[in-house]
């Protein structure tokens, strides 16, 4: 029987992918498997990132503007600087469309990822463009460590805690309330109601200057939340090689999600743990500079959610004397419906 991508999942099938690779090599100071790399070019050292954003997987032209397809393009990637304690600088952009695509389309898509640039001061300073049967969007960040230097994810140990900014679910339930469309009264009522809540699945903004200043508060590990709060904990515990024990109750989750999981039928942990999406920060940091870390994000904020715990167990904590694997929850590009 052929092995398929779907009968391993993502993360499995990039460790198979990885394994036909060379281990590092000159001057890799990280490698894959965290939110960018870090390489030496002469005597500086340089963070790196990629990201692919096809249409129908990552995004919906009939949900989303162009212009904030080109903005959110631009933004997962800048998020991923960001968790690295960086400062993301240059950007390469590439992108595939038909040919029949609307000049006017790509224009406003590139007017998107400018604007988003303009806000986070960085460059775009090439790429490439071909031909292809959907649109794909293919963005490069350089940046560089901040002052702190670098945080990946491999470093949390038993006793930190393990904290998150903002609040979690909004863009998950965004998307959920977008593609019921106007049809369904309750979800446009919603969605009323919480305008946000689109606002977060269009337009991400990647915690930069959040990131930068965890890196300086004393921040042992961090990743962005794009696979969901659940899996992305899941894969923090897996590099630092301990467990975690993150607190239900204890979850910002962000207004209007608790009400799109009740509309939906569904448990609000889903969009809130299991909704990928977010570009928050997931932190781990000492319990004696969790006040530096708060003082430092400030006017974001910041909450204590859980600890790391000696062994691999990774777990969400109902409250009710039960717990469920984090890896239960969270996005697999293999094993989701587009």
């Known amino acids: 029987m052929t092995l398929r991508a779907r009968d391993l999942g993502e993360f499995a099938l990039i460790e198979r992918l990885l394994a036909r690779l060379e281990p590092g090599g000159p001057g890799v100071i990280v490698g894959p498997g965290d939110d960018a790399a870090a ?14 954003l096809l249409e129908g997987v990552h995004f919906d032209m009939g949900l989303s503007s162009p212009e904030d397809v080109g903005w959110k393009a631009l933004a997962v990637n800048l998020s991923d600087i960001a968790a690295m304690g960086g400062v993301p600088r240059f950007a390469l952009v590439s992108f595939g469309a038909p040919a029949g695509a609307a000049a006017a389309t790509l224009e406003q898509l590139y007017g998107g990822l400018g604007e988003c ?22 963005v490069a960040v350089i940046g560089e460590p901040g002052a702190a230097g670098i945080v990946t994810r491999a470093g949390a140990r038993p006793g930190d805690l393990v904290c998150v900014t903002g609040a979690v679910g909004r863009a998950a339930a965004g998307l959920a ?38 890196a300086r508060a004393g921040a042992t590990a961090m990743i962005d939340l794009s696979d969901g ?55 781990t940091i000492p319990a004696d500079r969790f006040d530096a870390l708060a003082e430092a994000l400030a006017p974001i904020p910041v909450t204590r959610i859980g600890e790391m715990i000696e062994g691999t167990d990774a777990v969400l904590d109902r409250g009710d004397g039960k717990t469920e694997p984090l890896s239960a929850l969270g996005w697999d590009h293999f094993q989701e419906d587009a």
């Open 39 to 52: 390489v030496r070019v002469s005597q500086e050292t340089v963070l790196a990132t990629a990201d692919l």
């Open 117 to 138: 640039a303009r806000s986070f001061d960085v460059a775009v300073v090439g790429g490439d463009t071909v031909q292809a049967d959907r649109l794909i969007v293919s």
């Open 177 to 214: 309330l977008l593609r019921a469309g106007s049809n369904d009264a309750r979800s446009a009522a919603v969605l009323e109601r919480f305008p946000s809540l689109a606002d977060a699945h269009r337009r991400p903004a990647p915690r930069t200057r959040e990131g930068e200043a965890a």
């Open 229 to 283: 709060l659940g899996r992305d904990v899941e894969h923090l515990c897996e590099r630092s090689g301990a467990g975690a024990r993150l607190n239900a109750a204890a979850i910002p989750i962000a207004p209007g999600v608790a009400e799109t999981a009740a509309w939906a039928g569904t448990d609000v942990m889903t969009l809130a743990v299991g909704g990928g999406d977010d570009y928050e920060l997931a932190i």
